[in-house]
């Protein structure tokens, strides 16, 4: 009879855990909150600007011990540039799903002059003041939390934010007692911003190593609305370099002007006949193979984009017309001028003619698009208006012979990838966040943005979702990027809750 009472109690202890989880999470997440903090600031305190491979190294140093006094075991897999950082453990045993947790540890190089504080690398806390911030004392997090204060430093959002959040939902784990129903393997890109060209090589070399049944990107923002998100998709990435070459050096405009071209002249006319008024491209063939079924733009029209409130907040009257709204308008490939360079502007202006002109270009890639293809019509494109094209500074010999010239460079960083909903992950992570919120998240078909997820989801046969957990307006890879405190604690909640979540069979 005792024990006939002890199973009847422990059944009804069990039933009400289960509906108080989110409840739990809540309590774990805001418990781990202080020592979450002081390890952000130590890891946002470490350069990493991935065009410095000390700084990585030292970086790879700090993850090592992070994830060993963790109970991972760590290993550094050897590319053609920086390394990537392997973390494991076997919380399930033999058996048990195994998810590949994909993070980014490098960022965007720094201009200290257009930083509103001394040191990108030392972060500050700040509260909204006016139109602006204001820099606080740390010291004010001990009296209370406001949501609304926000950590500005490099990479606080892309992407040490998310490694901190995902450290301390372990640490949280552990203090509250749960045991994860599965292995985690843990992959660091220590390349990201520089493209991770060694990536596709590391993963077909490791692949063994990489094995497992799914893969979770925790990276880059949620949908403009800050409200839950999954995104099952994100396009791909190539570049390239176009310059137009004129004289030698340049020369006075009073002297040659009406004589010389021009080549800013030049690459403007170039670049405005490759799309139309609307924003479209007009290269033949460029949108080719990608079609939106009738499905498809029903999931798109499930995202609550509020296009009228998207101009505004962006400061724009009109917008491209390549789809009928934002989540159409990503599913296509794009081309987009990133930088132009010709002569000297403000200050610096001068009266000459200038001896070149450069546009930097990225195309964004769909699962649909050939990065090669593409380049290839663009390529021809400007062939066939006449340019004779190399791969870097013109001989004399083609000066003098060649009427247009120009010079064409490019680069495939990878390509996109894109992963059903009702997907492994997909069920999973939906599950587990319609669980924490009682609703559902938003779900996104492909992210606007870029990360190197196809090599994994091609390679390994991995299906790939995101979850995001930064605000959207983080100001990532610009000057005074930031994390909302608000956020930074949600996404605590939401690991916790996605690691606490059993996995479907």
């Given at each position: 009879?005792?024990?006939?009472?002890?199973?009847?109690?422990?059944?009804t202890w069990?039933?009400?855990?289960?509906?108080?989880?989110?409840q739990?999470i809540?309590?774990?997440?805001?418990?781990q909150?202080?020592?979450?903090?002081?390890?952000?600031?130590?890891?946002?305190?470490?350069p990493n600007?991935?065009?410095?491979?000390?700084?990585i190294?030292?970086?790879?140093e700090?993850?090592?011990?992070?994830?060993?006094?963790?109970?991972?075991?760590?290993?550094?897999l050897p590319?053609?540039?920086?390394?990537?950082?392997l973390?494991?453990?076997?919380?399930?045993?033999?058996g048990?799903?195994?998810?590949?947790?994909?993070?980014?540890?490098?960022?965007?190089?720094?201009?200290p002059?257009?930083?509103?504080?001394?040191?990108?690398?030392?972060p500050?806390?700040?509260e909204q003041?006016?139109d602006?911030?204001?820099?606080i004392p740390?010291e004010?997090l001990?009296?209370g939390?406001d949501?609304?204060?926000?950590i500005?430093?490099?990479?606080?959002?892309d992407?040490?934010g998310?490694?901190?959040?995902?450290?301390a939902?372990?640490d949280a784990?552990e203090?509250?007692?749960?045991?994860p129903?599965?292995n985690?393997?843990?992959i660091v890109?220590?390349e990201e911003?520089?493209?991770?060209?060694?990536l596709?090589?590391a993963?077909?070399?490791y692949?063994?190593?990489?094995?497992a049944d799914?893969?979770?990107?925790?990276?880059?923002?949620?949908?403009?609305t800050?409200?839950p998100t999954?995104k099952?998709?994100?396009?791909?990435?190539a570049?390239?370099?176009l310059t137009v070459?004129?004289?030698?050096?340049?020369?006075?405009?009073?002297?040659y002007?009406?004589?010389?071209?021009n080549?800013a002249?030049?690459?403007?006319r170039i670049?405005?006949?490759?799309?139309?008024?609307?924003?479209?491209?007009?290269?033949?063939?460029?949108?080719?193979?990608?079609?939106?079924t009738p499905?498809?733009?029903?999931i798109?029209?499930?995202v609550?984009?509020?296009?009228?409130?998207?101009r505004?907040?962006?400061?724009?009257?009109?917008?491209?017309l390549v789809?009928?709204?934002l989540?159409?308008?990503?599913?296509?490939p794009s081309?987009?001028?990133?930088?132009?360079?010709?002569?000297w502007?403000g200050q610096?202006?001068?009266?000459?003619?200038p001896a070149?002109?450069?546009?930097?270009?990225?195309?964004?890639l769909v699962?649909?698009?050939?990065?090669?293809?593409l380049?290839?019509l663009?390529?021809?494109h400007?062939e066939g208006?006449g340019?004779h094209?190399?791969?870097?500074?013109?001989?004399?010999e083609?000066r003098l012979i060649h009427?247009?010239l120009?010079s064409?460079?490019?680069?495939?960083s990878y390509?996109a990838?894109r992963t059903?909903?009702?997907?492994?992950p997909?069920?999973?992570?939906?599950?587990?966040?319609?669980?924490?919120h009682?609703h559902?998240?938003i779900?996104?078909r492909?992210s606007?943005g870029?990360?190197p997820i196809?090599p994994?989801?091609?390679t390994?046969?991995?299906p790939?979702?995101s979850?995001?957990t930064?605000?959207?307006?983080n100001?990532?890879?610009?000057?005074?990027e930031?994390?909302r405190?608000?956020n930074f604690?949600?996404?605590i909640?939401?690991?916790?809750?996605?690691l606490?979540?059993?996995v479907?069979s």
């Open positions: 009879m005792r024990m006939t009472s002890f199973l009847f109690l422990l059944f069990n039933a009400a855990a289960q509906s108080a989880a989110p739990r809540e309590k774990l997440a805001e418990d909150l202080q020592p979450a903090l002081r390890l952000y600031r130590e890891l946002l305190s470490l600007d991935a065009h410095d491979p000390q700084d190294l030292r970086l790879v700090w993850l090592e011990a992070a994830f060993e006094e963790r109970r991972f075991t760590t290993e550094r590319t053609g540039g920086s390394p990537l950082l973390a494991e453990r076997a919380f399930a045993g033999p048990a799903r195994t998810v590949l947790i994909y993070l980014q540890s490098d960022g965007q190089p720094v201009d002059s257009r930083w509103q504080q001394d040191d990108p690398f030392q500050v806390l700040k003041h006016g602006g911030w204001r820099i740390w004010r001990e009296a939390f949501p609304e204060w926000r500005f430093a490099r990479s606080a959002s992407s040490k998310p490694i901190a959040q995902f450290l939902a372990l784990l203090k509250g007692g749960i045991q129903g599965l985690l393997k843990v890109d220590t911003e520089l493209g991770s060209p060694h596709p090589q993963v077909q070399r692949r063994q190593r990489l094995a799914m893969m979770v990107i925790l990276d880059g923002p949620p949908h403009y800050n409200r999954l099952f998709g994100a396009r791909g990435i570049t390239f370099t070459y004129g004289a030698r050096a340049p020369q006075h405009s009073g002297h002007g009406n004589y010389l071209p080549p002249l030049r690459l403007a670049l405005a006949s490759m799309k139309d008024e609307q924003g479209r491209v007009i290269i033949p063939g460029f949108y080719e193979g990608v079609r939106l499905q498809a733009k029903r798109l029209a499930r609550p984009d509020d296009e009228e409130d998207i505004r907040r962006l400061g724009v009257a009109s917008r491209d789809g009928e709204n989540q159409e308008a990503v599913q296509y081309l987009n001028i990133r930088g132009l360079s010709s002569g502007v610096q202006a001068r009266t000459i003619v070149t002109a450069t546009a930097e270009v990225d195309v964004r699962k649909e698009s050939d990065a090669n293809r380049l290839r663009v390529r021809r400007i208006l340019y094209l190399t791969q870097g500074e013109p001989s004399e083609e009427a247009k120009a064409f460079t490019s680069v495939i390509p990838f059903e909903f009702d997907s492994l997909g069920r999973w992570l939906d599950s587990a966040l319609t669980r924490l009682g559902q998240p779900k996104i492909t606007g870029s990360i196809a994994f989801v091609e390994l046969g991995l790939a979702v979850v995001p930064v605000n959207p307006d100001n990532q890879h610009s000057p005074n930031n994390l405190l608000g604690l949600e996404g909640r939401v690991i916790l809750a996605v606490s979540e059993e479907p």
